[in-house]
């Protein structure tokens, strides 16, 4: 119960002052951008291109790789290869961000340190995601990733400078890039390699005996939170699968828009869960 409340205490304490200062609408539109990035982060890097578990036409892959690209920069070869690490040692040594190795603060906290301290290594790149090098466009080579969130921010402030008045737009512009790289790098993501990776209060296990999953928790408001990543002990359990939430009532924002791509044509070959127990 501790790590639930004294996560999300914290998260409150930071988003207080700056509800208190800038007014609650910048911190639903920052919320807003994030849950757009982690949408594209949950079905394209991770269903799509780290786990295959579907097939996707290559406009909706195009449209995907822009919003991720504008949103976080990332480096696609370097976050497959940390995922597919990740999964391949499961909470033992050499699991690049495991709280049981490193500790549940350490991950909760510092995920973006873990992070790029496996993402440098060129040679578990080459190892873990040589069909994504291999597939590299031009630009995925060349276009450094930074330039990516720049050109969101740029949109951000021309939008809300159209909108409320240049200086207003401006300053709330930047309110909001801060906000979602705040949501998305220090609460979003470890909050799934963290406390989804660590008992907790709303933590909940459903499948027994893969060594894979054991250690591994669903959480419904961490899942509601990240489109669906939080039924993170599923997606161990089946991680080919594109359908993270096997009940119902689990929500899977990432699923329901896979559906959508599926019923549209748009997605083919859709992975479902081994076993719905
Ligand atoms: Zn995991
Ligand atoms: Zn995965």
Not at 65 to 92: C, E, M, N, P, Y
Not at 243 to 268: N, P, S
Request: with cysteine; net charge positive; hydrophobic share 45%.
């Amino acid at each position: 119960m501790m790590k639930t409340v004294l996560t999300f205490g914290l998260v409150g304490l930071i988003l207080w002052p700056v509800g208190f200062f800038f007014g609650g609408r910048v911190i639903a539109v920052g919320f807003i951008v994030s849950t757009l990035a982690t949408l594209c982060t949950t079905v394209y890097l991770h269903r799509y291109a780290t786990h295959e578990a579907m097939w996707l036409h290559s406009g909706v892959k195009s449209i995907f790789k822009f919003f991720l690209w504008i949103t976080t920069g990332v480096d696609i070869a370097q976050w497959v290869a940390v995922h597919r690490k990740h999964h391949s040692k499961s909470d033992d040594e050499g699991d690049p961000h495991s709280p049981y190795v490193e500790g549940f603060w350490q991950i909760q906290l510092f995920n973006v340190y873990y992070y790029v301290r496996a993402a440098r290594d060129r040679q578990m790149v080459k190892k873990f995601a040589p069909d994504i090098l291999n597939a590299q466009t031009w630009t995925d080579k060349h276009v450094p990733g930074w330039t990516g969130p720049l050109l969101g921010t740029v949109i951000l402030c021309l939008v809300f400078g159209l909108w409320f008045g240049w200086v207003p737009g401006l300053k709330f512009g930047l309110t909001v890039a801060v906000l979602h790289v705040f949501f998305y790098v220090f609460v979003l993501l470890p909050l799934v390699n963290g406390l989804c990776h660590s008992p907790h209060w709303f933590g909940y296990q459903r499948y027994v005996g893969r060594k894979q999953s054991d250690t591994v928790f669903n959480d419904w408001f961490v899942a509601l939170l990240t489109c669906g990543e939080g039924n993170h002990h599923n997606h161990h359990y089946s991680p080919k699968s594109a359908q993270l939430g096997h009940k119902w009532w689990e929500v899977d924002l990432g699923w329901y828009l896979i559906r959508l791509l599926e019923e549209l044509r748009l997605a083919a070959q859709v992975h479902r869960p081994e076993v719905t127990a």
